[in-house]
Nanobody, 128 residues
Framework: QARLVESGGGLVQAGDSLTLSCVASGITFIRSTMAWFRQAPGKEREFVAVIGRSGDGTHYADSVKARFTISRDNNINTTYLHINTLNPEDTAIYYC?????????????????????WGQGTQVTVSA
């Protein structure tokens, strides 16, 4: 059974840093492109970052690229999202997603509809 489990969220203060983790099971992790999305209260789920199968290709939403870093460890089936200088606008549920689909289009991987497997999310709340 395919499963993604996120962890690392919590209540933090503005200016803090945080690393989220996503552990995959029941999938062939090395064949999966992994991504992070987030959903703030009352808003649509939005793309944050994606990382290719081998880990050498990444892409970020313009709004986060200066502060967010996505990485993965294929030895332990884990994807990470490191966030620097958190601000209240980063408050959201952060979701990990996986797809085995391949596309030459970077935009393909920014669309939530193109991911087959989702985690349950981890809440990040940033106080001012």
């Amino acid at each position: 059974q395919a499963r993604l489990v996120e962890s690392g969220g919590g209540l933090v203060q503005a200016g803090d840093s945080l690393t989220l983790s996503c552990v995959a099971s029941g999938i062939t992790f090395i064949r999966s492109t992994m991504a992070w999305f987030r959903q703030a209260p009352g808003k649509e789920r939005e793309f944050v970052a994606v990382i290719g199968r081998s880990g050498d290709g990444t892409h970020y939403a313009d709004s986060v690229k200066a502060r967010f870093t996505i990485s993965r460890d294929n030895n332990i089936n884990t994807t990470y999202l490191h966030i620097n200088t958190l601000n209240p606008e980063d408050t959201a549920i952060y979701y990990c997603a996986a797809t085995v689909s391949l596309s030459l289009s970077t935009d393909y991987y920014t669309q939530k509809e193109n991911y087959e497997i989702w985690g349950q999310g981890t809440q990040v709340t940033v106080s001012a």
